[in-house]
């Protein structure tokens, strides 16, 4: 199966009051088919015309967002046992922290997770809670954890004292794959259990925030859900997979630019700007099919614990946020730009299995294999 690596999605978000007063108007339009037209400020520039898997405009719900931003198949993909990623990428300001999780304080009041507000990770939660309960003939775990990446270091957002000593990201031999040591993670048993997670992390990352300045806009968070299924697969053997999803914030895009800034502010810039140059890069790395060598993942800690839905084991949808108005128009162009870019990933997806689990499950249709060959002669 050919699974689209990277589905690129649009979201616009509406004309602020603020913006209104000052005068502010839409510079975009919506012609249909995915395509965003981007019109010039000076008559003598020509508008730009961008296509996406997905746009959604500024009127569309929160749960518009969840029924055609595909992540619903992401999380099934998740049940199945594949690593998959939905990310949100755009200038501060534009967007991502709604879509994500709603509008600022929702979710850190605690307020009822059912409000029309929230985001997509709350009704993925919801969703994925429908496919457990729809498939009686597995038992699942869950199991759940959310951090920040700031300033290339690990901060717990489960374990906010974390953030005086910054968790390492390390190389397991035995899944293959890059993980945070010692990072808290929850087992889930209920949707309540995620709920909380959520929860309890956005308050952390708001204290954390007070404390310095526009560190929200500076870091990205990963609240990573771990799928865990057992399934009878025949009378006497039951198989294992491990899926998962992880919901990333993206820093303000417009940090990577910030160059001329000095002292921590530099070494803040450059690391933020390192991870989002390394996700690009890789990107474009993977969107150019005949120049697939050296991809690297390992210079960046979000590379680092992306690699494994970027790198073919899963499926990453990325939703790319602009606001519409004239003073954001470079910002948006580049967005617009970084985005159309994502769009050309193709990928095969992998089940991740247990070892001991994927080789009893194959012998097992090998000896089927033979009985029925044998049944034949
Ligand atoms: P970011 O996380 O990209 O910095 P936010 O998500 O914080 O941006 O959004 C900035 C402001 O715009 C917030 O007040 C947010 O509620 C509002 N906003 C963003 N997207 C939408 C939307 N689709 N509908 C209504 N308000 C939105
Ligand atoms: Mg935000």
Redesign the pocket.
């Given at each position: 199966m050919i699974a689209i690596l990277i589905h690129q999605q649009l979201?616009?978000?509406?004309i602020?009051d603020k913006e209104r007063s000052h005068g502010e108007r839409m510079l975009l339009e919506f012609p249909g088919k995915g395509q965003v037209i981007c019109h010039n400020t000076t008559p003598s520039q020509k508008s730009k015309v961008f296509s996406y898997n997905v746009v959604?405009e500024?009127e569309?719900t929160?749960e518009d967002v969840l029924e055609f931003s595909g992540v619903k198949r992401l999380l099934e993909m998740a049940v199945e046992g594949f690593s998959c990623t939905a990310f949100?990428y755009?200038?501060?300001?534009?967007?991502?922290?709604?879509?994500?999780?709603?509008?600022?304080g929702l979710v850190e009041r605690g307020t009822s997770p059912y409000s029309p507000e929230h985001g997509l990770v709350v009704r993925s939660f919801v969703y994925l809670f429908r496919l457990i309960n729809e498939r009686p003939d597995s038992h699942f775990i869950l199991k759940a954890s959310f951090l920040e990446i700031y300033n290339e270091k690990v901060i717990d957002l489960l374990n906010p004292g974390s953030a005086r000593k910054p968790l390492q990201v390390r190389w397991s031999k035995e899944t293959r794959g890059f993980y945070v040591e010692n990072l808290f993670t929850v087992d889930c048993e209920q949707l309540d259990d995620l709920f909380a997670v959520l929860e309890e992390g956005m308050r952390n990352r708001a204290v954390g925030a007070h404390a310095m300045n526009a560190h929200?806009?500076r870091s990205h968070t990963i609240l990573c859900v771990r799928v865990r299924r057992d399934l009878r697969a025949d009378a006497d053997v039951t198989c294992s997979t491990h899926g998962k999803i992880n919901f990333v914030?993206l820093a303000?895009s417009e940090m990577t630019k910030r160059t001329h800034s000095t002292g921590k502010t530099l070494e803040e810039a450059n690391n933020i700007n390192r991870s989002l140059m390394v996700l690009g890069y890789c990107i474009a790395q993977l969107s150019d099919g005949r120049k697939r060598g050296h991809i690297p993942y390992r210079d960046s800690k979000l590379t680092k614990l992306l690699a494994d839905s970027l790198a073919g084991n899963g499926v990453t949808l990325m939703i790319a946020?602009i606001?519409p108005t004239r003073s954001n128009l470079s910002e948006t162009v580049n967005t617009l730009r970084y985005a159309s870019r994502a769009k050309k990933i193709k990928s095969k997806p992998i089940v991740k299995m247990d070892a001991r689990d994927a080789l009893i499950l194959s012998l097992k249709r090998e000896v089927e294999a033979l009985h029925a060959e044998n049944q034949h002669l």
């Open positions: 979201r616009v978000r509406p602020s959604f500024p569309a929160q949100c755009g200038q501060t300001g534009s967007g991502k922290t709604h879509t994500l999780t709603g509008p600022p929200s806009s914030d303000g946020c606001a």
